[in-house]
């Protein structure tokens, strides 16, 4: 139990008075902005990048500077996981397809990138072919070839050296698990795997088990793109990637930040999505969350790397000043709780249920912002953006007002054989703003009730090894995992399918923390991707996610909503639902 409890109890109440204010300084003001199109130190006016495009411009030049208070998860296309290392590894890394740049839903448009088109899908559903393009290349000039393409597939079999990452390529392309990865590939050019073939250096063919109507999707992630043999370091690989992109790495160091410059190699003809506007991207990384925030609004970065919106200090001084710069984004995320129904008492139903009543979302939501700058209270397990989504709320969330239900807490503790509550420790990562406090809110309610929970602090980077490893969280005896989640793609499989399928669980950089493995889960997944009608698919997702809910293995407590600093100088920002709406980074310039 952590010893703070006075200063802890001190900030939660506190958060509930800033979020008063700040509501009530939000809700004054035009949200109408000026129409500078080249940055001028005013900021293109309040929520122009959440409702358009703030400040167009087609401008080249400039040095664009990211600061962010957690680093990528890996800068290796194959083990990426964290939104922000996707959206920001368009600047290197390319796939056969990508998503449109373009603000708001249209984003999530899937068009070619690599290849000149979108597939030719044959067999029933389960064969895509696709050409490449002419003049697409490596850093170093030579072609990229379709055998490229396929060796950098090929790695995320590699799951002993390529830890994180995506696994729905694995899945749909070698369900029964048979090829080994590259590194343990015997034949002499190490394409190995039969479900993909390549022809010739222009053609590529992907054969799937079944068929499954998000595939491209899947092939639009950043497990998707090339990897030159030559170049690959396996697990070193994330410390000199190389490029296929506008963007080259200069430097990077794990944990302080990187250096981009151009890619000269690159062809604009060749690329219809990426706009390569700056000369130079730099990305710092600061631990301090309140100190980047003021480095923001003094003007020396342009914008927050991982883009989970601006502290309560900061984004009270920044609404009260500097209004004119600020986007007040409705997200994809949810912020939740994890259940480790592997880690006692949690495997015990009734307990999980008594950690959910006992709950104080409000607070939880409190220290996130509140509504305005937090999001609203969350009752189950998928995004309203996501078809299939509803109301159920199966726990009487918003019946109580988000206030915990001690009576029903107290219940189940009698329920589980726990009477007298249990202990436990919540797990929070450190440099996620909010998750340490969302703990800390979470631990002084089951207080209340007997459950004394200490609360550990992590880091986000190392997140893949910890919370990401059944084998960890056992050890340590993390038995609640305060973290966040959006879609991998807008669908109900692109949600919930890696925490919930127990096919999904991994002794490595795993998603389905909780363990949850229950037949009739997994075989939602399964009807629902056998279906055509995305309607009928939306129907299964539904029922899918109330039976999740009725598990009790996961604890939604908001669906995200946050403010996002833009410096007057940054153009081109604009929401993008294909990177659960943050900026399209690749679309982003700097007025020098």
Same mark, same amino acid.
């Given at each position: ?14 958060? %509930? ?18 129409? =500078? ?19 167009? $411009? ?49 984003? %999530? ?48 079999? %590699?799951?002993?050296?390529? &830890? ?6 694995? !899945? ?14 015997? &034949? ?14 222009? *053609?590529?063919?992907?054969? @799937? ?48 930040? /990187? ?24 990305? &710092? ?10 480095? @923001?609004?003094?003007?020396?970065? +342009? @914008? ?11 984004? &009270? ?12 984004? #409705? ?6 709780? +994890? ?14 249920? /008594?950690?959910?009543?006992?709950? +104080? ?14 999001? #609203? ?87 893949? $090894? ?65 279906? *055509? ?8 997702? !539904? ?26 100088? @940054? ?12 900026? =399209? ?8």
């Amino acid at each position: 139990m952590t010893p703070l409890r006075s200063s802890r109890t001190q900030r939660i109440a506190g958060a %509930a008075l800033m979020v008063a204010a700040l509501t009530a300084t939000a809700a004054c003001g035009g949200g109408g902005g000026s129409k =500078d199109e080249g940055g001028d130190g005013k900021g293109a006016g309040y929520n122009a990048g959440a409702k358009g495009i703030a400040n167009p $411009s087609t401008k080249k030049g400039g040095t664009l500077k990211f600061i962010g208070k957690q680093d990528f998860d890996s800068t290796d296309p194959q083990r990426q996981y964290y939104g922000m290392a996707w959206d920001f590894s368009r600047f290197y890394a390319r796939q056969l397809i990508s998503y449109t740049p373009k603000p708001g839903q249209a984003s %999530a448009e899937l068009v070619p990138d690599l290849a000149k088109g979108k597939a030719q899908i044959t067999n029933d559903g389960k064969t895509y072919t696709y050409q490449l393009r002419d003049g697409v290349n490596w850093e170093d000039g030579t072609p990229i070839t379709s055998k490229d393409i396929k060796y950098g597939i090929q790695r995320i079999w %590699a799951t002993d050296v390529i &830890t994180g990452g995506p696994s729905y390529l694995r !899945q749909v392309l070698d369900p029964k698990g048979e090829y080994k990865g590259p590194y343990k590939d015997t &034949t002499p050019d190490k394409l190995g795997l039969k479900a993909i073939q390549t022809p010739d250096d222009k *053609t590529i063919v992907f054969n @799937l088990a079944t068929p499954n109507g998000d595939f491209e999707q899947m092939l639009a992630m950043p497990s998707g793109s090339p990897l030159k043999k030559e170049k690959d370091t396996a697990g070193k690989y994330q410390l000199k990637p190389f490029s296929s992109g506008p963007y080259k790495f200069q430097s990077y160091s794990p944990k302080k930040g /990187a250096v981009l410059v151009r890619n000269d190699k690159w062809q604009r003809s060749s690329d219809p999505i990426r706009a390569a506007l700056p000369d130079k991207i730099t990305v &710092t990384i600061n631990s301090n969350i309140e100190a980047i925030d003021e480095l @923001l609004i003094k003007g020396e970065y +342009d @914008l927050d790397l991982n883009a989970t919106g601006m502290g309560q200090a900061g984004r &009270t001084k920044a609404i009260k000043e500097h209004r004119e710069n600020l986007d007040n984004i #409705e997200t994809s995320f949810i912020r939740y709780v +994890d259940i480790a129904t592997k880690v006692a008492p949690f495997d015990n139903i009734e307990c999980r249920k /008594a950690v959910i009543y006992a709950a +104080d979302y409000a607070s939880m939501q409190a220290v996130r912002g509140g509504p305005e700058a937090g999001g #609203e209270l969350a009752t189950n397990m998928l995004p309203k953006s996501i078809k299939g989504s509803d109301d159920y709320d199966p726990y009487g969330i918003l019946a109580r007002k988000g206030k915990p239900d001690e009576a029903k807490a107290k219940a189940a503790l009698k329920a589980c054989g726990k009477p007298s509550g249990f202990t436990t420790t919540i797990s929070a990562r450190s440099n996620q703003p909010g998750e340490v406090q969302s703990a800390e809110a979470l631990q002084q309610s089951l207080q209340a009730v007997g459950i004394k929970a200490e609360v550990e602090s992590i880091d986000g980077a190392e997140s893949a $090894s910890i919370t990401g490893s059944p084998a960890v969280v056992k050890k340590r005896g993390l038995g609640l995992i305060v973290t966040g989640w959006a879609p991998d793609f807008p669908t109900g499989q692109g949600f919930s399918q890696p925490l919930v399928d127990g096919r999904f669980i991994a002794p490595n950089g795993n998603y389905n923390v909780s363990e949850t493995n229950d037949p009739k889960i997994n075989k939602f997944f399964d009807d629902a991707l056998k279906e *055509t009608d995305p309607g009928k698919a939306a129907a299964i997702y !539904q029922q899918m996610n109330h039976a999740v809910a009725d598990l009790a293995v996961q604890m939604p407590f908001v669906y995200e909503k946050n403010f996002t600093w833009r410096s007057s100088r @940054l153009t081109n920002a604009y929401s993008s639902a294909a990177y659960s709406g943050r900026y =399209d980074y690749v679309s982003l310039g700097v007025v020098k």
